[in-house]
């Protein structure tokens, strides 16, 4: 238990996906103009890493290692995370309209997203089991809905101050994440 | 060699069936949502939020259940686009009059109000309504900061810079509205996009009539428009104390628009 503990905060936090491994830059940059809109994101793309994470983990533990092909790992797991959303959109749109109209455009976005096979790569970098993999994919996700709902905050704010016309939008927003970046590193002696 | 290959192979099929096997065994799409796509082919797709729908298929959604939603939630864009508006005439089997149902949005101030200070708070017309009520001597001028602009999705409204207040354009203002729920001092209008005349002064207070003290560029309640106007199109309202233009009759009235000494009322569309 103690292990699971140390390996969801540091997903979280120590080993942040888009504070200090940079992956998942384009939904944090594209969908954290609204707080709204950013905690549907973050829902999303936790869901989808969960999902993923434990797909991959069965086909990581008991086909590629039995078989000793883990170099296969990137194109299979390309393979599943993409047909997953594509299953989970379909189960998503025929059962439950309101949902789907919520996640909206969300949904299908993240497939390409390059944190989900970030986090299915890590676990298979590190060897974990399957629990240890749904774990650590549920600490990547909720750290990066918890940094893509503060940067919306920023965002929103930075919106009625007087910022130079050419630092507006995209600039400015890069500089306010590696601020936080910056700030994030404090956790780096949290474990 | 052959075990990569079967493996990759072998997940591939069972993906591709996967997928086939969840499309065949989950009950049908609902046959409203057919109906939605439809009806969302002719929507603008700018998912501006105006009609009060959240997004343009949520908009075709509550059309395809009920197609009366467009007279009461109306899509100003569509109005204006014959195409999009004769293709949902005929999906939706609806007669639409355009002429009677087009809006455009007028900006009440005639601009050029002195200022009490200089403003260097947060950049939006809401923040600084709320400090003094706002830099100007008028309580209902424009601030000209900038608020409707952000909102407008048709960019139609600009700072006119002598004036320092927002001035909307009438060709490419839709008449959607969401500027007027945006002004903290409620001073943009709907008007018909037919209208021959404007009244660009907000002044509302009955008690404190202002003269010149306020603003020299409002209304002065000489009443000269109501005199003048031959056809009735404009009376004068006794609560409000400011000149009522009659919007039904649409009748123009050249003669006030030229009596009026401090050029607050305008014929519509205002010129360049």
């Given at each position: 238990m103690n292990s699971l503990l140390t390996i969801f905060l540091g997903m979280a936090l120590i080993n942040n996906f888009v504070l200090t491994k940079f992956l998942g830059l384009c939904p944090f940059f594209g969908v954290s103009k609204k707080i709204s809109n950013a905690v549907s994101m973050g829902a999303a793309v936790t869901l989808v890493m969960v999902i993923a994470s434990s797909a991959t983990g069965i086909i990581y533990n008991y086909i590629l290692v039995p078989y000793k092909v883990q170099f296969m790992d990137i194109i299979i797991y390309i393979l599943v995370i993409a047909a997953l959303v594509q299953i989970v959109e379909i189960i998503i749109r025929r059962t439950n309209i309101t949902l789907y109209n919520a996640l909206g455009i969300y949904l299908p976005l993240?497939?390409?997203?390059c944190a989900v096979l970030g986090v299915t790569l890590i676990n298979a970098q590190n060897n974990f089991t399957l629990v240890e993999g749904i774990i650590s994919a549920l600490g990547g996700g909720i750290g990066f809905t918890l940094m893509i709902i503060i940067m919306s905050a920023i965002r929103e704010k930075n919106e009625l101050a007087d910022t130079p016309r050419s630092m507006r939008g995209l600039p400015i927003a890069f500089i306010i994440a590696a601020f936080l970046s910056l700030a994030f590193m404090g956790f780096n002696g949290l474990l | 060699m052959w075990i990569p290959i079967a493996i990759l192979s072998a997940i591939g099929v069972i993906c591709g069936i996967a997928i086939w096997v969840t499309n065949r065994t989950l009950p049908p799409e609902p046959a409203s949502l057919k109906k939605a796509e439809e009806v969302s082919g002719k929507l603008p797709g700018m998912n501006c939020g105006a009609c009060g729908f959240p997004g343009c298929f949520a908009y075709a959604q509550g059309l395809s259940k009920d197609k009366n939603v467009f007279f009461s939630n109306t899509c100003s864009t569509v109005l204006q686009d014959q195409n999009m508006l004769s293709g949902l005439e005929k999906i939706l089997n609806l007669t639409i009059d355009k002429s009677a149902m087009e809006k455009k949005a007028v900006i009440g101030c005639n601009g050029n109000s002195e200022t009490i200070g200089l403003y260097l708070g947060i950049g939006s017309c809401k923040s600084a309504n709320k400090i003094l009520k706002g830099f100007k001597t008028c309580p209902y001028g424009c601030l000209g900061i900038g608020d409707c602009i952000k909102v407008c999705p048709q960019n139609a409204i600009k700072i006119n810079i002598d004036k320092k207040i927002a001035v909307v354009d009438p060709e490419k203002c839709n008449g959607c509205g969401l500027c007027v729920k945006e002004c903290p001092r409620k001073i943009i209008k709907l008007v018909p996009a037919d209208a021959e005349l404007v009244f660009l002064c907000s002044y509302e207070s009955a008690k404190d009539i202002p003269g010149r003290e306020k603003c020299d560029f409002g209304c002065i309640r000489c009443r000269k428009c109501v005199k003048v106007c031959e056809n009735n199109a404009i009376s004068w309202d006794r609560e409000k104390l400011i000149p009522e233009i009659?919007?039904?009759?649409?009748l123009e009235c050249d003669a006030s628009v030229k009596a009026c000494p401090t050029k607050v009322l305008k014929k519509y569309p205002v010129a360049k």
């Open positions: 993240i497939t390409t997203n | 009659d919007y039904s009759t649409n």
